[in-house]
């Protein structure tokens, strides 16, 4: 086999082709993450499934108020990289998987808020959280414990 026609047979034409995001990165504070991972594991879901249904919840909210609202201690101080961490859990974020309507939504809104998608998407997981917590039946013990859960 010449090197001309291993060259063209192992060809990709996904190389030419712009790269697809299919989910947004989703970064939560360590509390907030094994709140999550805890009632995910307790409804059976993934934590992305989980974090996409809340997510949901968080858009219907902000339709429905026609503004972003994070609650009180949510909220990450603006820092510049040589700073300390801020406490998220950035080495493992949660990927949020999105249809490609709801990804374009998310994008359009991101940039009227003048926002990047991922910190739009936390704000809205956040609003969502408050509508999942008065609704859900489950009750989270005083110290979540999730199986497994390794968070450094």
Same mark, same amino acid.
């Given at each position: 086999?010449?090197?001309?026609?291993?060259?063209?047979?192992?060809?990709s034409g996904t190389l030419d !082709?712009?790269?697809?995001?299919?989910?947004?990165? =989703? !970064?939560?504070? +360590?509390?907030?993450?094994? +709140?999550?991972?805890?009632?995910?594991?307790?409804?059976?879901?993934?934590?992305?499934?989980?974090?996409?249904?809340?997510? =949901?919840?968080?858009?219907?909210?902000?339709?429905?108020?026609?503004?972003?609202?994070?609650?009180?201690?949510a909220a990450q101080p603006q !820092?510049?990289?040589?700073?300390?961490?801020?406490?998220?859990?950035?080495?493992?974020?949660?990927?949020?998987?999105?249809?490609? +309507?709801?990804?374009?939504?998310?994008q359009v809104l991101a940039a009227?808020?003048?926002?990047?998608?991922?910190? =739009?998407?936390?704000?809205?997981?956040?609003?969502?959280?408050?509508?999942?917590?008065?609704?859900?039946?489950?009750?989270?013990?005083?110290?979540?414990?999730?199986?497994?859960? !390794? =968070?450094?």
């Open positions: 086999m010449t090197i001309a026609m291993h060259m063209t047979r192992h060809r !082709r712009p790269t697809r995001i299919s989910h947004i990165a =989703l !970064r939560l504070a +360590e509390t907030e993450l094994v +709140e999550a991972l805890t009632f995910a594991q307790a409804e059976g879901r993934s934590a992305g499934n989980f974090a996409r249904l809340v997510y =949901l919840m968080g858009v219907n909210v902000y339709r429905a108020q026609g503004y972003l609202a994070m609650p009180e201690g !820092r510049s990289r040589w700073q300390q961490r801020s406490g998220l859990v950035n080495e493992k974020p949660i990927a949020l998987r999105l249809t490609a +309507e709801e990804l374009a939504e998310a009227s808020e003048e926002r990047t998608p991922g910190n =739009l998407a936390r704000v809205l997981f956040h609003m969502g959280m408050q509508v999942y917590r008065k609704t859900s039946r489950i009750v989270l013990p005083k110290a979540p414990a999730v199986a497994g859960l !390794r =968070l450094n």
